[in-house]
């Protein structure tokens, strides 16, 4: 009987070590919330994913380019396009909150913070924690799942995108001083 009782204590205790806590999400950018981006002109952004994350998942490469995409995927639908030379900057950086809410790790937490800059400096910033677990019936972690981590994390971080954007008064077209003015030419002398 004993050792029936240390075998389930070991399974469990290898379930809760080895949780798909690490595992790359699975993300469905049709669920994800899109964004009106309001004040974005053009309508481009420069993507940049970073994970921050410590210790660093072994998986960090594939979980940044499944975000990416991801987000990519939803500003596509959005009419948004991604771009490398984008004036727009959008830069997502993922990692474990310093602080989890009462009865969850930090391990078991994601913090997605995403911060989208203008040309002339003025920016959007929005944060959006997100936590699950699975618990066995004692109340011991049997880890987490890392699709139900990032999936309403980044929802949530564009939607708050989207309410700073709204709060925030239109940018001001970036004046060019190389085009000079129209009557320039008249003056000139040669």
């Known amino acids: 009987m004993c050792s029936r009782l240390d ?5 469990g205790f290898i379930f809760a070590l ?8 699975t993300l469905r950018p049709d669920e994800l919330h899109r964004p009106a981006l309001p004040g974005v002109a053009p309508r481009t952004v420069r993507l940049v994913v970073l ?18 995409s991801a987000i990519a995927e939803t500003l596509r639908r959005a ?19 310093r602080e989890a809410p009462e009865g969850f790790s930090p391990e078991a937490c994601l913090e997605m913070t995403g911060r989208l800059t203008h040309p002339g400096g003025s ?3 929005a944060r959006a924690v ?20 990032f999936q309403p994390a980044i929802s949530d971080m564009l939607r708050q995108l989207d309410a700073q954007l709204n709060s925030m008064p239109p940018p001001k077209p970036q ?10 030419s008249l003056f000139e002398l040669r």
């Open 123 to 125: 920016f959007a910033q």
């Open 175 to 184: 004046q060019d001083d190389a085009i000079p003015h129209p009557r320039a």
């Open 130 to 149: 997100r936590c699950f677990e699975w618990r066995h019936w004692l109340g011991f972690s049997m880890g987490n799942d890392s699709s139900k981590l």
């Open 51 to 68: 994970d921050h994350r410590s210790p660093t998942p072994d998986d960090t490469e594939e979980t940044s380019a499944a975000v990416r």
């Open 7 to 11: 075998t389930l204590a070991l399974v």
């Open 18 to 25: 080895g949780g798909c806590g690490g595992a790359v999400p």
């Open 79 to 97: 009419s948004v396009v991604v771009q490398s030379d984008s004036p727009n900057d959008l830069s997502v950086i993922i990692a474990h909150p």
